[in-house]
């Protein structure tokens, strides 16, 4: 029976250090996403910015109506603005949900994995490139349906 105690505890123990590495994890996924929130949201910004700069027809704003979130608005040619993306970043689990409201898509949620002291956006299971997913997001808002 002594070899069963020892498998029981070896095994509690294993789960016990698992559970631990992955609260450390989840505490410093949750640290340092609000950064990864800030450096998501500047990269719309700057490049609506310079959207909007280069070109005569294609008007694009970002904006913060509240703290956790983001909307990228398409302003038309007659002035007024149409809400195009929506970002809302959701602290708690970490995760960013978005939704192209311009193109009536579903919502869609990116979330945050960790790996040492690096943290990454994934969607679908899958990493991805923020330069590379802003400039989708943004050329399919822009083009004329």
């Not at 609260?23 to 490049?47: C, G, H, I, P």
């Not at 005569?56 to 913060?64: A, G, H």
């Not at 040619?77 to 579903?106: M, R």
């Not at 979330?111 to 590379?132: C, H, M, N, P, Y």
């Amino acid at each position: 029976m002594s070899d069963l105690a020892d498998r029981i505890a070896a095994r509690e123990d294993m789960r016990y250090q698992e559970n631990l590495r992955l609260n450390s994890e989840q505490t410093r996924l949750r640290a340092m996403s609000s950064d990864e929130w800030d450096v998501f949201r500047k990269a719309f910004y700057d490049e609506c910015e310079l959207i909007s700069n280069r070109s005569q027809f294609t008007q694009l704003e970002c904006e913060d109506p509240q703290e956790c979130s983001c909307v990228v608005n398409r302003r038309l040619l007659s002035g007024h603005s149409v809400l195009a993306l929506e970002f809302v970043f959701d602290p708690a689990i970490p995760c960013i949900y978005w939704q192209d409201h311009y193109n009536k898509k579903t919502r869609k949620r990116i979330d945050f994995a960790i790996e040492q002291t690096r943290v990454f956006l994934v969607e679908g299971g899958k990493g991805f490139s923020l330069r590379r997913f802003v400039e989708q997001r943004l050329d399919a808002v822009t083009r004329l349906s």
